[in-house]
C-alpha cells in the first residue's frame, strides 16, 4: 500500500481499463490513520473503467479513506463502470 495525501485531486484515479487493485493504502491521513491531510477531491475516483477491488477481506488488504474533501471513494458511469468491489 501507499500513503497518498495532500494532492490536488483524487488521491487514486482510476480511468479506462479496468481490472486494478487498490490495497493497504492511507487515503488522506498520514501513516498512522490519525491525522487529516486530505486530498482536494475523493480519497478514489473511478471513472468508465470495470472490474477494480477496491480493499480486501485480511487486515493487510483493507484501505484508510478518511480526511478527504469530497467522496471517500467516488465512481462514475453505471453503464461503464460495472462490477467493480469495495471490501
Known sequence: GMVINRFSSHGVTIEGF??????????????????????????????????????????????????VQKAGIFITDPAKSTANSCC
Not at 47 to 59: E, H, I, K, M, P
Open 18 to 67: 479496468g481490472n486494478n487493485t487498490v490495497e493497504g493504502c492511507f487515503l488522506g491521513v498520514d501513516l498512522a490513520g490519525t491525522l487529516s491531510r486530505p486530498n482536494g477531491q475523493a480519497g478514489l475516483g473511478i471513472f468508465d473503467s470495470r472490474d477494480n477491488l477496491v480493499g480486501g477481506f485480511t487486515a493487510a488488504s483493507r484501505n484508510v479513506i478518511s480526511g
